[in-house]
């Protein structure tokens, strides 16, 4: 694929984290023999185009970098480039690609002013643990039980009636999930992200009924900040789950406004009638009141200022390093009302206030672009952009019709491997580099089927391999490294059967050499990406930094791919893989990877 090439990454931009009024310089890579004679970068400040002439710095460098400086006037500042050839032809270079037409504005590279992800979410491998399911305490024996839970034994199977499901309680806490760090932190994972602790009325505590503590059936607030201070003490970090879109019909808030008109916290939720009785919910869940943002003192309970619910947990001596926001896309949005962008931001600024150093990641279930511009998420919890496509790929053909993928990852196709570079070039394009890198790369979650269900023999290693190299933060649902297996969200929740740990240790192993690149190849962490080849069944890119440039190959099938470069150094490889002469040959599903060395791009100008 010799194209143009330009990317966020610092390869290709010089300040990815510029204040507004700084110049930073952007340049694109044009392959020898391309045929530029011009180049100038469109930018957009306060919506109004005007260009920037490109220049060539190292006029013998080969391929050809073209240079120009960028005032960036706006916290979002759009630039795209305008190549003119010798043959009189004109093409633009935007997030999507080369284009001959004059593509869409909303397309465009992005420069993002303030709101810096913290350094340590780069690189990092993040393992999602659902409490109840996760690992039990001695200690969980002797707590009592609440009277909606009905109590099952760790190796039962999960409850077949979808109306008692969620109360189906297997007693997991956080002081079992203190007692296997270990197995956490070998698998190379450096960030904990835990879904919600606070006291609920269900196994998975989204329907909480308070945000002032840690459920008692998970140790309370006391195994809270041990369970903190023991990731923290290995060099781990751990983020919270808050559900900001709704809370728990049991929750104070609203029993002290549910058939009370009166009261102060009726302006916490949206009523149906006047008496208070109907409301709004959660996709019609009546469980789930949704909360209305349109109130200035919920906003200070829960969202705004060093008293708040956001602020307290991210405060010693509990000392969270970030949250997911639960159900983000919806939050604040209700008929009329689309209060999103004013709410994440009052969360993204109680977070800088108390502790800047912290990570905020928004759920969103389809095309996640529009609200993830960087002003506030730092990345999306997502699924269009890497794990449909990776689905689509590496399944097995006419497998996993629906079932639990229709709401949240929708329905699965037979993809070729040009239909996945395609997709995620599509739905990747629209967010600024620096979010694209925190977005999570998710195989499953505890909400959607897991990968291994319907994946073709072998592909296992290909799916995780992408997930650890493709730009994003790759994410280990519990129980994946098992090879546990799940048809619907629900079922993709089995507790974890820790004594099948020596059966599972070649799962294990594989995630721990995939994971393992992350930290020893900075260049997972902050390269940029180009597309090297693509075919139905193999594609190949380069994940590029100054240092390093690492050439990934993933493939569904036995085939071989030309790549055209003196590839040396293999670095991991999975499967049946080899490569002589720049051509890759695969003996059926594999994946590999290899470095090249330092990029080929030359320094800065002088004038950066």
Known sequence: MTEPHHDGSSLYVSDPNPSLGDVVRVRVRVPEGWGATRIRVRVRPDGEPFYVEAVRPHAQSHPEWWEAPVTVENPEHPYRFRLDRGDGTAHWLNARGLHRLDPRDADDFR?????????????????????????????????????????????????PDRRRIALQFYGGDLAGIEERLDHIQGLGVDILYLTPVFPARSNHRYDAYSFDRVDPLLGGDEAFVSLVEAAHS???????????????????????????????????????????????????????????????ELRRRFIEGPDSVVARWLQPPYSLDGWRIDVANMTGRYGADDLNSEVRRIIRRTMTEVNPDTLLLGEFTGDAAADFVGDAWHGAMTYANFTRPVWNWLRTPGSGA???????????????????????????AGFPWRVRTRNMNALDTHDIPRFVNDARPGTVPVAVGLAMTLPGLPVIWQGDEFGLTGSDGEHSRTPLPWDELDAAADRIALYQRLAGLRSEHPALADG???????????IAFARESVDEV???????????????????????????????????TTGGAAFGVWSLGRADAPAWSASS
Not at 266 to 288: N, T
């Open 402 to 428: 629906g079932g639990g993928l229709s709401m949240i990852v929708g329905e699965t196709q037979d993809w070729d491997g040009t239909d996945v570079v395609a997709s995620h070039r599509e739905f990747a």
């Open 111 to 159: 420069i993002v002013a303030g709101n810096v992800p913290p350094a340590w979410s780069a690189g990092s491998v993040m393992y999602q643990v659902f409490p109840d399911r996760f690992a039990r305490s001695a200690a969980a024996d002797g707590r009592e039980l609440p009277d909606w839970t009905e109590p099952a034994a760790w190796g039962d199977p999960i409850e």
């Open 234 to 296: 290995r060099g781990m970090r751990v983020i919270g789950d808050l559900t900001t879109n709704h809370c728990g019909d049991a929750h104070e808030w609203f029993q002290a406004a549910h058939g009370n008109p009166g009261a102060p916290e009726s302006e916490f939720f949206y009523w149906l009638d006047d008496a208070q009785h109907s409301y709004v919910s959660w996709l019609g869940v009546p469980s789930l009141p949704k909360l209305n943002w349109n109130s200035i």
């Open 550 to 584: 690492l050439v990934v190959v993933a493939a569904r099938s036995a085939t071989s791919a030309d790549l055209g470069l003196g590839v040396a150094g293999m670095i991991v490889a999975e499967g049946s893989i080899s490569v002589a002469d720049g051509v890759v």
């Open 528 to 538: 940029g990406l180009r597309w090297l080849y693509v075919s139905a069944e193999l």
